[in-house]
């Protein structure tokens, strides 16, 4: 449905005026009180059909924002080159507004929320001149189900409903269910990029439309979401990380729930036997290749429930309870190849967008690591003609952070239930990071406390998927460094809450992983990719010695946690040298004397806050290292 819009001055003149709206409930009432703000020249709601995205496509293909890639080579499917200036989440720019700083925490951006709304005001007044606003409904879960939650975005970017359409379940069905009193989180977003100046004077688009000011702000205790100025993924698919992490996280803390940044799959033993696991890593650090494993070990299946978010609520049944909250992947495309990912790479052959990969003169896609070589010749993700020479010159084909977006159910290793609302009972948590020294390459917490510790102290080598310097080692509690909505010290305290209420022997496992440790002329000791459940065999293995269904032991303690006991890995074919193993279990005490010293200094950054269970574990560590 499409309403033309006026140009009359709004008569709402701050942003609270707009939340005390959209706190009615009253949709509509909202819509038209943005619409007046924004100024777009029509307001279209969108009812997430077939035909509404056909038509949505076809116009950014007259515009150029879409490319229609070879129907042949890559059916149905688009390649999309950002602004240069808009690549990557804007961590610098991501701010949550709690009234009180305190709740922000000391590792989010906090700006007192008068002043911001003063600000965000000044900002969206007139942002969508010229431009269309869609009304997206989504729901982030099964529409209704008990585990689900709903919003609705606000956008003048159409490659953002189109997204958003695949990532999450968009339609007439939503917003009867807000129609009708469901609560949801109201979220504006735009480009910032008006094609019509406040005297009149118009100017043309260009294929990628954003600003140079950006702004992702969170106004968690009203729920509400305001994103400006960037079209890139999670800036601007605000279903995503604004919302199923940074507000939800929120939400889950004041209603008993978790919301992470998990991927989450089901391990199916030779045996038949199911465990179900979610895992944590920071972005662009293997998650999408564990969510699609393939495995090397005959018998063993893995079955994708997702690649990127879990919400986490304890059950009727006394479990810890998981849905995958989205319906589709917005995963890093490079060093995702056939040798690495093949699910992946299936899953990609059509009806995907893809977003500053490199393009063949064919029509098709390629990127970093989809093929061994590459090929003689490529348009970069710029739009350059690229040769081989110029990668060996320090300039990618594609970009490190370039993305693909394409729905759940495409990928082959897709569960067949993997969108019951019911979710899933969760055997085993994993947390990981890329460390090239000192972190074993698996070790399982000795109780929820030590779990949580685990958590509270990932680390990792930082990725070209964030703001910074790539290599760069930073801490990533439960990689939610750049996702939690409030401070990180009370999510670890809500970690410990929501474990003390599930009974001891129904709360997962918890484990920590790194597949990344190397020796000393800088080797992978570990193969990775389709070997890692080799890894996660043992887990499986040790859920079922903690449920009972068998009592050999298979671990031995150390400073860290319980290891791998000797022979309990399955190494069998492995192309391991003499001593590879050993070095990926070893302990090395004065490098982790060191590292406590470094977690305390982390833990002391959050003061008083830190729950008193974190430190003890730190002195538990010091005692078990002799220091």
């Not at 359409?165 to 109201?186: C, I, K, T």
């Not at 009806?351 to 896609?365: E, H, R, S, Y």
């Not at 001593?579 to 004397?593: C, K, M």
Request: hydrophobic content about 45%; aromatic content about 8%; some cysteine.
């Amino acid at each position: 449905m499409t309403m033309l819009v006026g140009r009359a001055p709004a008569p709402l003149t701050t942003l609270e005026d707009l939340a005390a709206v959209a706190a009615t409930g009253d949709v509509r009432a909202w819509v038209d009180a943005v619409a007046r703000l924004t100024e777009p020249d029509a307001v279209v709601w969108c009812d997430g059909s077939e035909r509404e995205r056909q038509r949505l496509v076809a116009g950014m293909v007259a515009t150029g924002t879409l490319l229609p890639l070879d129907p042949e080579l890559r059916p149905g499917s688009y390649l999309a080159r950002s602004d240069p200036d808009d690549v990557a989440r804007v961590e610098s720019r991501t701010f949550i507004c709690p009234s009180d700083a305190a709740d922000a925490g000391p590792t989010n951006n906090w700006r007192d929320p008068a002043e911001m709304r003063r600000e965000l005001r000044a900002v969206f007044a007139g942002c969508m001149r010229g431009r269309t606003m869609y009304v997206v409904p989504f729901s982030m879960g099964p529409v209704g189900g008990p585990l689900s939650a709903l919003g609705v975005q606000l956008t003048d970017s159409p490659y953002a409903v189109v997204s958003m359409g695949v990532m999450a379940r968009v339609g007439s069905d939503v917003l009867a269910l807000v129609e009708a009193g469901a609560p949801f989180v109201p979220a504006v977003h735009s480009v910032g990029a008006p094609l019509v100046d406040a005297d009149g004077t118009r100017r043309a688009d260009v294929p990628w439309p954003c600003n140079r000011l950006k702004y992702v702000v969170h106004f968690p205790e009203e729920r509400e979401i305001w994103s400006f100025g960037s079209g890139y993924g999670g800036n601007a698919l605000l279903g995503k990380k604004c919302f199923a992490l940074r507000i939800a996280s929120v939400i889950g803390r004041d209603e008993g729930w978790l919301a992470e940044h998990m991927l989450l799959v089901r391990l199916i033993s030779p045996e038949g036997r199911r465990y179900h696991v979610a895992a944590a890593f920071p972005s662009a650090c293997g998650k999408t290749n564990l969510a699609m494993l393939s495995p090397s070990l005959p018998g063993w299946r893995v079955e994708t429930l997702g690649d990127d978010i879990a919400w986490l609520r304890p059950g009727a049944d006394g479990t810890l309870r998981a849905i995958n909250p989205e319906t589709g992947f917005f995963g890093v495309a490079p060093g995702t190849g056939a040798a690495t990912n093949p699910a992946a790479v299936e899953t990609v052959a059509r009806d995907t967008i893809f977003t500053n990969v490199a393009l063949t003169p064919d029509g098709d896609v390629w990127w970093e690591g989809l093929t061994p070589e590459p090929p003689a010749h490529l348009t970069d993700w710029t739009g350059r003609p690229w040769t081989p020479a110029d990668g060996a010159a320090g300039r990618p084909a594609a970009h490190p952070n370039s993305r693909f977006t394409v729905r759940a159910d495409r990928c082959p290793t897709i569960a067949d239930d993997w969108d019951d609302p019911a979710g899933v009972p969760l055997d085993a948590i994993v947390f990981g990071g890329r460390r090239a020294a000192d972190v074993p390459l698996v070790l399982q917490a000795e109780d929820w406390e030590h779990a949580v510790f685990l958590g509270a102290t990932i680390s990792s080598e930082r990725t070209a998927a964030a703001e910074g310097t790539l290599g760069e080692v930073r801490r990533d509690p439960f990689a939610m460094m750049p996702f939690c909505g409030y401070d990180m010290a009370r999510h670890w305290e809500h970690w410990l809450r929501v474990g003390q209420g599930i009974a001891e022997d129904r709360r997962p496992l918890v484990f920590g992983v790194n597949w990344f440790r190397r020796d000393a002329d800088g080797r992978f000791l570990w193969p990775g990719f389709g070997e890692n459940i080799r890894v996660l065999a043992w887990v499986a293995e040790q859920v079922d010695r903690a449920r009972g269904r068998r009592d050999d032991v298979a671990a031995v303690r150390s400073p860290l946690g319980l290891l791998p006991a000797p022979g309990a890995l399955d190494i069998d074919g492995l192309d391991l040298t003499p001593g590879d193993l050993d070095a990926l279990l070893t302990v090395d005490r004065d490098a982790w004397t060191a590292e406590a010293d470094r977690i305390e200094a982390f833990f002391d950054g959050f003061g008083d806050r830190v729950p008193a269970a974190l430190r003890r574990r730190l002195t538990h560590l010091r005692t078990e290292l002799g220091g």
